[in-house]
């Protein structure tokens, strides 16, 4: 062993007692998501409601979308939110682990990889003021950044806002209560999006109503499709 890979060893030793990495789902050392950890999160595989993305019989459009008339154009996501995903997600969110966008935003790059969807601009859900002074930051934007690294999209976050400071939408109980929580909670305050193809980012979809409220506020300004890209959805 020579004196140049002696010194690049000592390097990987110094690197990995400074900033030690470990899976934020087992504590294996070495990854933020370990692969053994990555391969027991549940995919969303088809068919799926082309709509809304939930796994439904024969690719056709479920009721709940049928009654619904929602905005966005469609919600996809390469995950059902539940088990170590879910753990991993409260991590980013809630934990400060901001680091764990990275790999999470290449999961979303690998899934639109294999799932093109229309989109020539990235706008994560915004949080409220309020939220962002209480958290730091926001998960979704953190999200887009990355994701936009790996797509050369741009990421537009300062458009859309978000103007009511609602309950938190875990504390919210049904899907009704969610519908009516974020109705009317966004707009656009320029015109930069018009005639734009939106890929809207977010962690997590449960009912899909924010995703929606957004597409709506985006439609208003302008915007020509808006298709929701989310790591997790709850089915
Ligand atoms: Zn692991
Ligand atoms: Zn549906």
Known sequence: MNIFSQLADLKGIVVDLLFPVWCVCCG??????????YSLFVQLLPPLCPKCGRPQPDNIICTRCINEQAEINGIRSPFQFEGLLRQAIHQLKYRNLRALATPMARFLHEFLINNPLPGDTLVPVPLHQKRIRERGYNQSNLLARELGK?????????????KRYAPSQAKTATANQ???????????????????????????????????????????????TVWGLVLAREI
Not at 28 to 37: R, V, W
Request: proline share 3%; charged share 20%; net charge positive.
């Open 178 to 224: 969610r519908y009516s929580n974020v109705a009317d909670a966004f707009y656009c305050q320029d015109n930069r999006l018009k005639d734009k193809q939106i890929l809207l980012i977010d962690d997590v979809s449960t009912s899909g109503a924010t995703l929606n409220a957004c597409a709506a506020a985006l439609k208003a300004a302008g915007v020509t």
């Open 28 to 37: 294996k050392k070495g990854s933020y998501i370990c692969p053994s950890c």
């Open 150 to 162: 790996l797509t050369n999209l741009p990421v537009i976050s300062d458009c859309l806002i978000r």
